[in-house]
């Protein structure tokens, strides 16, 4: 049985940082490609990063230069470092690998950014 379960979010002022992790059982961590993907109130989910199997990460170009995905193979756990974050950046936090499973989504982690 597949498990992503999300942590790290919270509430933080425009211009604070943040740390998501992602913890993932029941699928070849260490071969999988990853991605973090969020949601915003009245908006589709969107793809914010992915990192290969390898540690290459692309980026959307939203977050470029802000957020920073990493992976711990020997943990199974896949990071999201965001700085620099804008009240825009507002929404569930969710990882997933990538392309993303239907059945693979977990609960999430909200992020709120204050103005």
């Known amino acids: 049985q597949v498990q992503l379960v999300e942590s790290g979010g919270g509430l933080v002022q425009a211009g604070g940082s943040l740390r998501l992790s992602c913890a993932a059982s029941?699928?070849?961590?260490?071969?999988?490609?990853m991605g973090w993907y969020r949601q915003a109130p009245g908006k589709q989910r969107e793809l914010v990063a992915t990192?290969?199997?390898?540690?290459?990460?692309n980026y959307a170009d939203s977050v470029k230069g802000r957020f920073t995905i990493s992976r711990d193979n020997a943990k199974n756990t896949v990071y999201l470092q965001m700085n620099s974050l804008k009240p825009e950046d507002t929404a569930v936090y969710y990882c997933?690998?990538?392309?993303?499973?239907?059945?693979?989504w977990g609960q999430g982690t909200q992020v709120t950014v204050s103005s």
């Open positions: 990192i290969t199997p390898g540690g290459t990460a």
């Open positions: 029941g699928i070849f961590f260490s071969i999988a490609a």
């Open positions: 997933n690998t990538q392309p993303f499973r239907n059945n693979y």
